[in-house]
C-alpha cells in the first residue's frame, strides 16, 4: 500500500450549512504492486466518507486568512475544532475534551469568583505529555493587566502569577525577559506596560533572582509536595524544581 488520503472536494462551510448536508470527504487508498519485478499499474479505490473537522489540515479553510474567508462567504474569526453533520455544527470533541495543546480564549463569570483582581477571561489549554497523560491550565486576565496561571496538583487548584513561573524557568535577566515578551508587540504600549508592571511587582515583594524565585515557590507548595513525594530535607529550590516538572 503506497498512500491513503483524503479528497476533501471543494464545497465550503457555508453552502454546507445552507443545504443541511455533512462536511465530509472521500477515504481513498493507492496500491502499488510488481510481477517479477516489474512495476504494474496503480489500483486506487475508495474506501468511504469520513467527516472533516473544520479547519483541519484537510480542512477548505485551513489556512485562509481573515480576509479570504469573508471573501468566501465564511466568518472573519472562525477558529474551526468542530463537524458540520446536516448543516448543523457539532462540537463531538469538546463532549469529552479539548483539543491537545491547544489555546482556546474563553470568557466565564465564574471566574471573577477566584480572588479580587480577576476578570471573566482567561486561555485555557490541555496540555499532553508524550506519554499522553495530560493536564488542564488556565491563563488567567486580571484588572490590573497581570495574568495568573491556574493548574491542578493532586486534585488542587492553585493560582501563580505567570511572571513568577517565568523567572522560575529562566536564569535570564528582566530585560531578556522584557524584550522576548513584548517582540512583535513593540507599539502596544498597553501590553508594554503590562509587562513592566509585573517585572516591578515581584522585584517590589524581594524576588530578585531566579534563586529568590525558587526558593520562593518552594516554600509556598512545600508542605504539600514534602508530604506525597519528597523527602524532608528537600531544599526549597527542589521542591521548586519538582513542581516545574509536574506542569
Not at 475544532?81 to 469538546?94: L, P, W
Not at 463532549?95 to 469568583?113: A, C, D, E, H, V
Not at 526558593?215 to 524544581?241: F, P, S, W
Amino acid at each position: 500500500m503506497q498512500n491513503i488520503f483524503i479528497d476533501a472536494g471543494l464545497s465550503l462551510e457555508n453552502k454546507l450549512k445552507k443545504s443541511r448536508l455533512d462536511k465530509e470527504g472521500e477515504l481513498r487508498f493507492r496500491i502499488g504492486w510488481s510481477v517479477n519485478e516489474k512495476e504494474q499499474k496503480e489500483i486506487e479505490r475508495k474506501i468511504g466518507e469520513v467527516p472533516i473537522m473544520v479547519k483541519s489540515n484537510q480542512c477548505n479553510l485551513n489556512g485562509m486568512d481573515p480576509e479570504q474567508l469573508v471573501k468566501h462567504k465564511e466568518l472573519e474569526q472562525e477558529w474551526g475544532g468542530y463537524f458540520i453533520v446536516k448543516g448543523h455544527e457539532r462540537f463531538i470533541r469538546m463532549l469529552q475534551m479539548n483539543r491537545r495543546n491547544y489555546p482556546i480564549g474563553i470568557k466565564r463569570s465564574g471566574w471573577k469568583t477566584r480572588g479580587e483582581k480577576y476578570s471573566d477571561l482567561g486561555v485555557s489549554i490541555r496540555c499532553v505529555r508524550d506519554n499522553n497523560t495530560a493536564t488542564t491550565k488556565v491563563l488567567h486576565y486580571a484588572t490590573n493587566g497581570s495574568a495568573f496561571l491556574m493548574f491542578s496538583l493532586y486534585k488542587n487548584l492553585y493560582c501563580i502569577p505567570v511572571i513568577v513561573v517565568m523567572m522560575a524557568l529562566y536564569n535570564s535577566v528582566d530585560r531578556w525577559t522584557y524584550v522576548n515578551l513584548t517582540r512583535g508587540c513593540e507599539n502596544d504600549h498597553y501590553y508594554c506596560t503590562c509587562i513592566q508592571n509585573m517585572l516591578r511587582s515581584i522585584k517590589e515583594e524581594g524576588l530578585l533572582t531566579c534563586d529568590d524565585v525558587k526558593n520562593h515557590i518552594g516554600q509556598m507548595y512545600r508542605v504539600r509536595l514534602i508530604k506525597e513525594l519528597l523527602h524532608d530535607q528537600a531544599t526549597n529550590a527542589e521542591v521548586c524544581e519538582y513542581l516545574m516538572q509536574k506542569l
